[in-house]
């Protein structure tokens, strides 16, 4: 586990009264500067939402467990260091051509319309669908969390 997780994760538990250690510690994106970038988001309160493939969950590719209303999650940057915690507060499983547009708004990029939501997410899911020679179809199930910043550094 990444130090800088556990210290933060300890930090907040003990400043919340929490007494479980149920958490994950992850970074947005699939690259540091992604990671940097939709951190700053979260930070300043523009990104309260995140979005991924649930057929990743479905067939295990990831190893991740499907987002549950409740979980807490320490946020990496890109350099793999602790900044935040956030807790889930809804999850939405919808077809990608569902998304609307508040979903696009609470991710908090860009212009944050549907249309730059839709411009860079699709390029995203394909991109990790490709790893498992998987396609994307806009029928894809999506996983919407809506989640609040509990903690910052």
């Known amino acids: 586990m990444n130090q800088s997780a556990i210290e933060l994760w300890s930090r907040y538990k003990k400043e919340s009264d929490l007494t479980h250690d149920h958490y994950e510690a992850w970074a947005f994106g699939n690259s540091p500067e992604m990671a940097d970038e939709l951190l700053a988001h979260v930070l300043n309160g523009e990104k309260t939402g995140t979005s991924?493939?649930?057929?990743?969950?479905?067939?295990?590719?990831?190893?991740?467990?499907?987002?549950?209303?409740?979980?807490?999650?320490?946020?990496?940057?890109?350099?793999?260091?602790?900044?935040?915690?956030?807790?889930?507060?809804?999850?939405?499983?919808?077809?990608?051509?569902?998304?609307?547009?508040?979903?696009?708004?609470?991710?908090?990029?860009?212009?944050?319309?549907?249309?730059?939501?839709?411009?860079?997410?699709?390029?995203?899911?394909?991109?990790?669908?490709?790893?498992y020679d998987l396609t994307f179809s806009e029928d894809m199930l999506i996983v919407y969390e809506l989640f609040e910043v509990v903690f910052e550094k």
Request: include cysteine; proline fraction near 4%; aromatic fraction near 10%.
């Open 52 to 131: 991924s493939l649930h057929m990743l969950y479905e067939l295990d590719l990831e190893e991740e467990k499907m987002p549950e209303v409740g979980n807490y999650s320490v946020l990496l940057d890109g350099k793999e260091q602790a900044q935040a915690v956030i807790c889930t507060k809804v999850v939405d499983i919808l077809p990608y051509s569902q998304i609307s547009e508040v979903h696009g708004y609470l991710e908090g990029e860009g212009d944050r319309s549907l249309n730059y939501w839709r411009h860079v997410h699709q390029p995203f899911f394909e991109q990790e669908l490709k790893k």
